[in-house]
């Protein structure tokens, strides 16, 4: 995986109200953890935080750009995020560093590709999973993980077991869980069948008044 730099400085916790001048001035506070260090406060660019996580995996790794000793050249990813009910407006970041050298556990988008063969007979592709958790080192976290459905017939599953990964990436589960399949089609033929059922019987319950109506008139004389 390609890391992109992300600007970031150590902050003052005291007094309080230092956290909402960081927020004034284009910045979101923010704590980094992980490989065996103690938290640290951070305060990280905001539009530039936005801009490295657009359109990218929920883990890119990220290498830190500070005048710190103590953060500069660090490897992270996003660990959590908390934003405003309404608006895409960051206030909060949990960064964790990670060790290159030491495999880590991370959830990595799913993407199906390909048309599946139940489709032509009138199935509906559905994933059951869009994401799957993965084990490996950071700089082979793949941004994405592309799961071919081609085979897949009406009923067919794919397991997690099934998918193809890259170099030394691992899925991690404990049950083999099913994550696409393909389901049939789903407008019933009921509704048609008992409609010409209907149809056929009409004619026949006229006839049959029909043939009723004499006898009716023979029985009155």
Do not use: W
């Not at 923010?30 to 801009?51: C, D, F, H, R, W």
């Not at 060790?99 to 556990?105: A, E, F, I, S, T």
């Not at 404990?174 to 209907?198: G, N």
């Amino acid at each position: 995986m390609d890391t992109v730099e992300l600007a970031c400085e150590q902050r003052n916790i005291r007094p309080k109200g230092l956290i909402n001048r960081v927020r004034r001035d284009g910045g979101v506070p923010g704590v980094m953890y992980g490989n065996g260090g103690s938290a640290t406060a951070i305060a990280v660019p905001s539009q530039q935080l936005k801009e490295r996580l657009h359109s990218s995996a929920s883990h890119r790794l990220i290498r830190l750009t500070s005048g710190s000793a103590d953060l500069n050249g660090k490897h992270v990813i996003v660990k959590a995020l908390q934003k405003k009910p309404v608006g895409d407006y960051i206030v909060h970041v949990d960064l964790y560093e990670v060790d290159l050298n030491k495999p880590l556990r991370v959830s990595v988008a799913l993407h199906f590709v390909g048309r599946a063969a139940g489709l032509v007979d009138g199935g509906i592709l559905s994933p059951l999973e869009r994401e799957i958790d993965v084990e490996c080192l950071p700089l082979e976290i793949p941004a994405a993980i592309n799961v071919d459905v081609t085979p897949l017939k009406i009923h067919d599953v794919l397991h997690v077991s099934a998918i193809k990964l890259e170099g030394n990436v691992k899925p991690i589960f404990d049950k083999d869980f099913p994550v696409v399949t393909v389901l049939p089609p789903t407008v019933s033929e009921a509704p048609a069948a008992a409609a010409a059922a209907e149809g056929e019987a009409a004619p026949a319950a006229a006839g049959a008044a029909k043939e009723a109506a004499p006898a009716k008139e023979a029985a009155k004389k």
